[in-house]
């Protein structure tokens, strides 16, 4: 039975309002801070400005796992969580290093991140049957200061992301730079149409999409869980931060998983991105990826 076609008592709808799992709250038309799932975006921004480069290291200069650029930034340290070598940019991806991406927003510069961001699609309305959420990054007109910068390389600082939108994103990697635009119910025929052409060159996506099969494939990669060896899988997980500050200790966490199938246009394509809300104790991303494992099981089942 269905009560919103039958009818429901006053006490139903309550109890539905009142749900501090909020199920009325259609959740896929908000924005929400993307932590290292965004660090992909970043990486595009970055080698298409030219301001990274694949090889180039950024070195060892966060003993103890935090780093701050010098001393005008008090006691604030960004933190990662993995300590390895070399510091280039697929092993950032591999090990998700909060380190790496925020240098390489701070080298991108103010302006060339805004205006990358910009011709992504943020603070842009989706082209999609439904009206979600705009991407932001700022709650002003732009970035205010080097930390927020720092920051947003990561997908934190004032960085919100429309799920849908994220998961426009990642078609430019198994298309050669073009970003397809969304639609709502699946058309086996339906020919894909362009939203974003050349939103990074075919080279910049087939770097990037390297990085992210070994997020999957490596046994040190933050989506390794999801691994199978019949279809090759290419991801990146993000774990949000959501608290007021650096020294809360009460915010909850945002779990993301951005996964798609990477065997070419022959094989069933499917693109997923994932997000379950406090995943705090409860295993971070790593919660999120176990999910999407079961889902890409059921539409692709593994080969025995």
Same mark, same amino acid.
């Given at each position: 039975d269905n009560d919103f076609i039958l009818g429901m008592s006053e006490e139903k709808w309550a109890s539905l309002n009142e749900d501090e799992r909020k199920p009325m709250f259609n959740r896929f038309r908000q924005r929400f801070a993307p932590g290292s799932s965004f660090k992909p975006i970043t990486g595009v921004i970055g080698l298409s400005t030219g301001?990274?480069?694949? #090889?180039?290291?950024?070195?060892?200069?966060?003993?103890?796992?935090?780093?701050?650029?010098?001393?005008?930034?008090?006691?604030?340290?960004?933190?990662?969580?993995?300590?390895?070598?070399?510091?280039?940019?697929?092993?950032?991806?591999?090990?998700?290093?909060?380190?790496?991406?925020?240098?390489?927003?701070?080298?991108?510069?103010?302006? #060339?991140?805004?205006?990358?961001?910009?011709?992504?699609?943020?603070?842009?309305?989706?082209?999609?049957?439904?009206?979600?959420?705009?991407?932001?990054?700022?709650?002003?007109?732009?970035?205010?200061?080097?930390?927020?910068?720092?920051?947003?390389?990561?997908?934190?600082?004032?960085?919100?992301?429309?799920?849908?939108?994220?998961?426009?994103?990642?078609?430019?990697?198994?298309?050669?730079?073009?970003?397809?635009?969304?639609?709502?119910?699946?058309?086996?025929?339906?020919?894909?149409?362009?939203?974003?052409?050349?939103?990074?060159?075919?080279?910049?996506?087939?770097?990037?999409?390297?990085?992210?099969?070994?997020?999957?494939s490596s046994e040190h990669g933050t989506g390794h869980a999801a691994m199978r060896n019949d279809i090759t899988l290419a991801g990146k997980t993000g774990t949000a931060e959501i608290k007021a500050s650096k020294g809360d200790t009460s915010g909850t966490e945002l779990g993301w998983f951005a996964v798609y199938t990477a065997d070419g246009p022959d094989h069933t394509p499917i693109l997923m991105v994932s997000m379950v809300e406090d995943v705090k104790n409860a295993g971070g991303s790593g919660l999120v990826v176990r999910k999407a494992k079961a889902v890409l099981d059921s539409y692709i089942p593994p080969v025995q």
């Open positions: 301001a990274l480069t694949p #090889d180039e290291s950024f070195g060892t200069d966060h003993a103890g796992l935090s780093w701050q650029k010098d001393a005008s930034w008090g006691k604030y340290q960004v933190t990662t969580l993995h300590d390895y070598s070399p510091v280039n940019l697929e092993n950032a991806y591999i090990y998700s290093d909060n380190i790496y991406f925020a240098k390489a927003a701070l080298k991108i510069g103010y302006d #060339d991140f805004m205006a990358g961001l910009d011709r992504l699609g943020f603070n842009q309305d989706l082209p999609f049957e439904i009206s979600v959420a705009q991407s932001q990054y700022s709650n002003t007109e732009r970035i205010e200061t080097e930390i927020q910068l720092a920051d947003s390389g990561y997908g934190q600082g004032q960085v919100l992301m429309n799920p849908i939108h994220l998961a426009a994103l990642y078609t430019m990697f198994p298309n050669g730079g073009d970003v397809i635009k969304p639609y709502l119910t699946y058309q086996k025929e339906r020919e894909p149409e362009v939203w974003l052409k050349g939103a990074c060159t075919q080279k910049t996506a087939e770097t990037i999409e390297t990085a992210l099969k070994k997020v999957v």
